[in-house]
């Protein structure tokens, strides 16, 4: 069975970026929704039980998919996220990255933004390395990882479905991605950077 994650600030921490109220539905009913319909489908298929939450991602679609990536999604999100000011900076190593992929944070920044505002419908922004340590942003649909079917590893991400934003900003969506950027959790998104597999979060939300 998965739970929630533990997330490393209060709901109320993230303000302004979120309101309590925000956090209340995101975190506490739309990613509780997805993990409460995992577990259902684990409870109905004992031949799950035994499954990570990332090999479920990977060896399956339709719903059970949906759920489990949109449970591994959303603790991704969480993760990357730090109230403002606690969230480190970049490693050297990931500087030298951006720099050397987009000319720097601010210019890949500002094409992460426009990566989420141009994804159509419901989905999600993500930044991520190629194995020689190339990054490269990406867009996906609905619940779809980025590291499915590729060779890449995510390092930051934004949910870019209405839920995730229209409390605070109603249709804002550029202006919530916008103040996100003071909000990242570095120390995250490095560590990210630096280890070569896909981050587990099996663990995180074992319950
Ligand atoms: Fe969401």
């Known amino acids: 069975?998965?739970?929630?994650?533990?997330?490393?600030?209060?709901?109320?921490?993230?303000?302004?970026?979120?309101?309590?109220?925000?956090?209340?539905?995101?975190?506490?009913?739309?990613?509780?929704?997805?993990?409460?319909?995992?577990?259902?489908?684990?409870?109905?298929?004992?031949?799950?039980?035994?499954?990570?939450?990332?090999?479920?991602?990977?060896?399956?679609?339709?719903?059970?998919?949906?759920?489990?990536?949109?449970?591994?999604?959303?603790?991704?999100?969480?993760?990357?996220?730090?109230?403002?000011?606690?969230?480190g900076a970049p490693s050297a190593e990931l500087s030298a990255a951006l720099q050397k992929s987009f000319g720097g944070l601010e210019s890949m920044y500002k094409q992460f933004v426009d990566t989420g505002v141009k994804t159509f419908g419901s989905g999600w922004a993500w930044l991520c390395a190629g194995p020689e340590g190339?990054?490269?942003?990406?867009?996906?649909?609905?619940?779809?990882?980025?590291?499915?079917?590729?060779?890449?590893?995510?390092l930051l991400t934004a949910d870019v479905w209405e839920h995730a934003y229209y409390i605070d900003y109603r249709n804002r969506r550029q202006a919530f991605l916008e103040a996100m950027k003071d909000y990242l959790n570095w120390n995250f998104i490095s560590e990210n950077y630096r280890n070569k597999n896909v981050r587990s979060l099996h663990q995180s939300m074992k319950g």
């Open 1 to 87: 069975m998965f739970r929630l994650p533990q997330l490393e600030y209060k709901l109320t921490e993230l303000a302004p970026l979120f309101s309590e109220e925000q956090m209340q539905f995101h975190y506490g009913k739309h990613h509780a929704t997805y993990l409460e319909n995992l577990n259902k489908a684990i409870e109905a298929n004992g031949a799950l039980a035994s499954k990570t939450l990332e090999a479920l991602v990977l060896e399956n679609s339709g719903p059970l998919f949906n759920n489990a990536a949109q449970a591994w999604n959303h603790t991704f999100f969480w993760f990357n996220l730090a109230p403002k000011g606690k969230g």
């Open 134 to 154: 190339d990054l490269k942003l990406v867009s996906t649909s609905n619940a779809e990882v980025p590291f499915k079917g590729s060779n890449l590893r995510p």
